[in-house]
């Protein structure tokens, strides 16, 4: 089981941790910390991040960088959830493109948890670049 919590600490502004320990400044107003819907994005980055490197490793591609971006389009009226996000993986070393597609594929689909919660009311898009040092394969 995981637990979060945040504590209030003025303004909109709010102290969070979870289950791990690690503290975090939740900020409504995005003043002094991110907004709740950027954490949210960031947490989608991670997610799928850390499939993609799991996955490479796994398959021995030798990468040497992984970027993932990501912009949110979100609906005009309450609640505002996102209604489509665009992802850009930036994938840097002499890494197959086959074995990147694949990985990025797979965390889309089957393993990245919060893609899978975001996919319920957005369009989840991505593309793939690719870093200096890489090979086509």
């Not at 909109?12 to 950027?38: C, N, W, Y």
């Not at 954490?39 to 796994?58: H, M, R």
Request: aromatic content about 6%; hydrophobic content about 40%.
């Amino acid at each position: 089981m995981i637990e979060a919590k945040v504590i209030w600490t003025d303004n909109h502004r709010f102290l969070g941790q979870a289950t791990s320990g690690h503290g975090i400044v939740v900020d409504g107003d995005s003043k002094t910390g991110s907004s709740p819907m950027e954490l949210v994005l960031i947490g989608l980055c991670g997610c799928t991040g850390y499939d993609v490197a799991s996955i490479l490793a796994k398959k021995r591609e030798p990468f040497t960088s992984i970027e993932v971006r990501a912009e949110g389009d979100r609906a005009a009226t309450p609640p505002t959830v996102y209604t489509a996000i665009r992802l850009v993986y930036r994938i840097g070393g002499k890494v197959s493109h086959k074995a990147v597609e694949d990985a990025v594929r797979l965390s889309e689909e089957k393993y990245c948890s919060v893609a899978a919660m975001l996919n319920k009311t957005a369009k989840i898009s991505y593309v793939i670049e690719y870093a200096e040092n890489q090979e086509g394969v």
